[in-house]
């Protein structure tokens, strides 16, 4: 069964009185939901001690607990300094997001720059190495790092780029954003078909066990000529991409993905959306 929750919380997680991170899995459930990714884009600043108490409550509530690692990782970057920074950030995404008893960390690759795309994929291909060598150093080698779809033209992150990097090692699951991958390419998603080829592409790359379990983020995306703009909700009919043939694709191919819903202060709402059409699916 897919997993359905938001990117840190909706603005009805303070308009129902919840305060603190600890209140998470208890709006998680109320919201009829089943996952939660904790957003650390502006740094890891969440102590082990609350991390642990986060997954705890999150355990006794059955919800699945991710990261979303610091924006400012570059995995690409032609800097040696910041390469081998964006490694000690993923060490410490994984060390938190152990300590809530998650399993997934997701990861921005970084942008291209002046050099060519051919070459910052080389970059962040060598990077990634470092890092799973790092996490098997640390102990820390059964947590899953997924490197993200961009939705910029000028970032490392198209589909056939982010299924590359993960071909490297069988833990890494890539984390799809079909919103990102529509900004990108300017509104690519129009049929069930130009859904469907990015099922097959993770299948035919990776290979079924990771088609069936991907990560996925999803939410509608204003875009412009150089791809994204800004998240929106549900709400808006011009942007897209449509949730509906996701859900149809996701019960078609057997898969139970993560999917976790980014729209702009509406996110849980949102995934539940997503989690009830899916559901009215299997009747």
């Not at 081998?84 to 690759?109: D, L, P």
């Not at 099922?199 to 069936?212: H, M, V, W």
């Not at 702009?264 to 009830?276: F, P, V, W």
């Amino acid at each position: 069964m897919p997993k359905f929750g938001p990117a840190g919380t909706s603005d009805s997680f303070t308009a129902m009185g919840y305060k603190s991170s600890l209140d998470v899995p208890e709006y998680i459930i109320k919201m009829g939901l089943d996952c939660f990714e904790y957003q650390c884009g502006r740094g890891v600043n969440i102590g082990e001690e609350k991390a642990k108490s986060l997954g705890r409550l999150a355990a006794d509530a059955g919800v699945y607990l991710s990261l979303h690692a610091p924006y400012y990782i570059s995995m690409s970057s032609v800097e040696e300094e910041k390469r081998h920074n964006s490694v000690n950030y993923i060490i410490a995404s994984a060390k938190a997001v152990n300590a809530m008893g998650g399993e997934r960390i997701i990861v921005h690759t970084g942008s291209c720059g002046k050099i060519s795309r051919a070459e910052a994929l080389e970059l962040a291909c060598d990077t990634m190495k470092k890092a799973l060598e790092a996490l098997d150093s640390e102990g820390l080698g059964h947590i899953h790092i997924c490197p993200e779809t961009m939705g910029k033209v000028n970032q490392l992150g198209t589909l056939d780029e982010v299924l590359e990097l993960c071909s490297l090692d069988e833990r890494l699951i890539p984390c799809i954003d079909f919103g990102h991958l529509n900004a990108r390419d300017l509104g690519c998603f129009k049929t069930a078909a130009d859904f469907e080829r990015v099922f097959t592409a993770i299948k035919d790359k990776l290979g079924t066990d990771r088609l069936k379990n991907f990560h996925s983020h999803f939410s509608k995306i204003e875009y412009t000529a150089g791809g994204e703009k800004r998240h929106l909700t549900f709400e808006d009919d011009i942007f897209g991409p449509d949730y509906e043939p996701v859900m149809e694709l996701t019960l078609k191919y057997g898969c139970n993905p993560v999917f976790i819903c980014e729209s702009a202060g509406t996110q849980a709402e949102d995934a539940r959306t997503m989690k009830e059409y899916y559901l009215s699916l299997l009747k």
